[in-house]
């Protein structure tokens, strides 16, 4: 793609709205998600990325916003509870044009010496982040947003990047918190995990994009 640049995406919203990514498994594409707008003065809005596992982006695993300041923007975006591995260049980046960012409840599972979240353009504003598992990376700073509850501790997945499910023990097992509903009234992390389970088994929800029960063989999806 454009001249040998790799920027192919696995699942790509350009100048989309009002849509949901969920419940995909996602790996070893030059960009697991974007969600963006290549043409100056347009948007992608009203979008949310939820229990996907997506892993090995070589650009990195979630993009957001335009790719340069001249570009369009992204708003009104919510990344919620997908678990995320070992991106080449970070777990999560906002490009250029940001606004109205909500990233919660995820599991980030970052090489070494990779950001778990960055911002590598201009114009990124109203940043929320909370809650979020970070591992592989650094033990003290998800990136230049801050997390006051974040949970620098190893998720203990099953394979960091084959099989992403939680293992029993798993820190980020009921540890989740409520993200409340949408516009529409309904939950907003989903009413599915991964697996097609519901969303919450426990005393709360998990954290990423699987809801572990110890009852189940758990990296089989249910009958």
């Known amino acids: 793609t454009y001249g040998g640049e790799r920027s192919a995406g696995g699942i790509y919203v350009d100048g989309g709205r009002d849509i949901v990514v969920e419940r995909n498994r996602i790996d070893n594409c030059d960009i697991g998600i974007e969600v963006a707008s290549e043409h100056a003065g347009k948007g992608t809005s009203n979008i949310t990325v939820r229990n996907n596992f997506i892993s090995r982006g070589y650009l990195g695993n979630i993009l957001m916003g335009g790719y340069a300041a001249n570009r369009g923007d992204a708003h009104n975006v919510v990344v919620v509870n997908n ?7 970070g777990e999560i980046e906002l490009q250029h044009n940001c606004d109205g960012v909500t990233i919660k409840n995820n599991v980030l599972y970052a090489r070494s010496g ?3 979240i960055s911002s ?7 940043v929320m982040v909370e809650n979020n598992v ?11 947003y801050p997390d006051v509850r974040a949970r620098f501790v190893n998720p203990l997945l099953v394979m960091a ?47 990423g994009a699987h809801e572990f029960d110890g009852g189940l063989p758990d990296t089989t999806p249910p009958a």
């Open 161 to 207: 990047l084959t099989d992403l499910h939680l293992l029993a023990g798993s820190p980020a097992i009921d540890a989740g918190i409520s993200l409340g509903n949408d516009a529409q009234g309904q939950p907003l992390s989903g009413a599915l995990d991964i697996d097609g389970r519901l969303r919450v088994l426990g005393s709360a929800i998990d954290i």
């Open 120 to 126: 590598s353009g201009g114009n990124n504003t109203n």
């Open 114 to 116: 990779q950001p778990y």
């Open 83 to 89: 678990t995320t591995s070992q991106g080449t260049n």
């Open 134 to 144: 970070y591992f592989g990376a650094s033990n003290t700073s998800p990136g230049p």
